[in-house]
């Protein structure tokens, strides 16, 4: 009876709804995007109600085209953008103002005021982050000191506090449900990730009263149920958006790694069940399991500008038209004749994390072409996951085993394959392109029995081998620690 599982991926830009069948294949899918507030320079929000109606628009459309009934529907599961903060009242369900959006930067004072007062350290040995105004609970303090009344409304307990998976699931629940999971609470810099706990010494750091937070749960569990056009279905998944991510990609012991090469790339290693601290900048974050699994853990890194650099060459250079022309011109060369991308075009992440760098390009002669410029700008983006490869490898106690890849930009095979050389490692591309919401669809299937285990050797995949001599290696990474060398800040550029 029950022959498909539905997942709701509620990213930055976009509500998606996709329907899974037993075999996890995609049956149907409906995106619908939703606007983009910007107030102010540097500012970011989404009414959480163009969320939810987004949401709900594109889960009727997908099950309406898809000619499923929703009766045959074992469960929902969700995933989304991470860290974004959503205030609403617990009786209307009216959100106080606007949801900030994890790449709002309003808070970055709040976040320099308590590194200043030396907060640093304890918060990153509590929560695996660093003080950044990504997370949430800057967002949650700024509307509680900023919007009418909400401070003395929290603490009468009217106000409840969600990311936006928290958020759906109480608008699907009428208001029923309260929760979070594991891997979303810890992007909020309230949670322990090392007792598992809501922590209250942070929430006392941040002024924020606790009967604010949802109670947070397993990412694969029955939360509560909803009604979906007229059936009932369990509400039975949630996980962040690259935690699900990691999942779908199979990614369940420890070493394996997956990378999503997108707009930027983000790179996620399971680390098994102890948290492993960085020394190398680093993002320590919890993995997606199940009710009755111990908890896992992984290191997080990402790169800023990834699939970007080519949609640079499109539209700035104009050097293509399309991003995927990237391969073809890349291949009329038989290398990148010496040249060096480093498009640190907002600054370097990690290792460096240096936020003045600036984007360079070394290594031009008289012969140098567009061709061999695209060619570097490709490898550039397999160079910048190669220095995260390298700074997790430090980090870990055990080697990385596979390597598994999706997002837009892992298209392209010239890259693919570059990636295996350089970091000299297996890189496995699965047919399944959609990894995130499969890994909600994952999650969800399994908290009821409809999914039983991952099969993933099952899970047919291109690979890509490394190829190149130990000794060639060497010799190109580095020429690219030469060139992120020469586009580091330096003191006198301070001048
Ligand atoms: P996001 O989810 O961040 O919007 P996507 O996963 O849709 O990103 O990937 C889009 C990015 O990948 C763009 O930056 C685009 O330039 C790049 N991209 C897409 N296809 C290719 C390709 N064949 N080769 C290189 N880059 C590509």
Redesign the pocket.
């Known amino acids: 009876m029950k022959q498909y599982i539905l997942a709701l991926d509620e990213?930055t830009?976009s509500a998606r709804s996709i329907l899974f069948d037993r075999e996890c294949r995609v049956v149907s899918m409906a995106q619908h995007e939703f606007p983009q507030i910007y107030p102010r320079p540097g500012w970011v929000e989404h009414d959480p109600m163009d969320i939810y109606a987004n949401q709900y628009a594109s889960m009727t459309e997908c099950i309406a085209k898809s000619g499923v009934s929703p009766a045959e529907i074992a469960g929902v599961g969700v995933t989304n953008q991470r860290e974004t903060a959503v205030v609403w009242d617990k009786t209307t369900g009216k959100p106080v103002c606007n949801a900030i959006v994890w790449q709002c930067r309003r808070t970055a004072e709040i976040c320099e005021q308590l590194a200043r007062e030396g907060c640093g350290d304890m918060i990153a040995e509590k929560t695996g982050l660093r003080l950044d105004a990504y997370f949430s609970a800057g967002k949650i303090k700024w509307i509680l000191d900023h919007v009418d009344g909400a401070r003395a409304r929290a603490e009468r307990g009217e106000l409840l506090f969600g990311t936006v998976d928290t958020w759906l699931l109480w608008k699907l629940t009428d208001g029923r449900v309260h929760v979070t999971d594991r891997t979303n609470a810890c992007r909020t810099m309230l949670y322990n990730i090392n007792t598992c706990r809501w922590d209250e010494e942070l929430c006392r750091l941040f002024d924020i009263p606790m009967s604010m937070l949802p109670e947070v749960r397993s990412s694969s569990e029955i939360y509560g149920e909803m009604n979906l056009m007229g059936a009932r279905v369990p509400l039975c998944g949630i996980a962040g958006d690259q935690q699900a991510a990691l999942y779908g990609q199979g990614c369940l012991n420890e070493g394996d790694m997956k990378i999503?090469?997108?707009?930027?790339c983000f790179l996620l290693a399971n680390t098994g069940h102890k948290p492993v601290f960085s020394r190398h900048g680093l993002l320590t974050t919890v993995a997606a399991t199940g009710r009755d699994m111990p908890v896992q853990y992984a290191l997080e890194g990402s790169v800023f500008v990834?699939?970007?650099?080519?949609?640079w060459l499109?539209d700035e250079l104009r050097f293509i038209k399309d991003?995927?022309?990237?391969?073809y011109f890349a291949r009329k060369v038989k290398d990148s004749g010496g040249v060096y991308i480093v498009p640190a075009f907002a600054g370097l992440g990690a290792p460096h994390w240096d936020m003045r760098a600036r984007g360079v390009i070394t290594g031009l002669t008289r012969g140098v072409g567009a061709e061999h410029i695209i060619r570097a700008a490709?490898e550039s983006?397999a160079y910048q996951s190669e220095d995260v490869i390298q700074a997790m490898r430090s980090d870990m106690h055990s080697e990385i085993g596979s390597l598994k890849v999706?997002?837009?930009?892992?298209?392209?095979n010239l890259?693919m394959q570059f990636q295996a050389d350089i970091s000299n490692l297996q890189v496995l591309r699965p047919a399944q392109k959609e990894a995130t919401a499969a890994g909600a669809a994952l999650l969800a299937g399994q908290a009821v029995g409809f999914y039983r285990s991952l099969s993933q050797d099952d899970t047919p995949c291109t690979v890509f081998k490394p190829m190149l001599a130990a000794g060639e290696r060497e010799r190109l990474l580095k020429g690219w620690r030469r060139a992120v060398q020469s586009c580091l800040s330096s003191e006198e550029s301070d001048i």
């Open positions: 990213g830009t999503t090469y997108g707009t930027g990834g699939g970007a650099v080519i949609q499109r991003s995927a022309d990237s391969e490709l983006i999706d997002g837009g930009a892992s298209a392209n890259l």
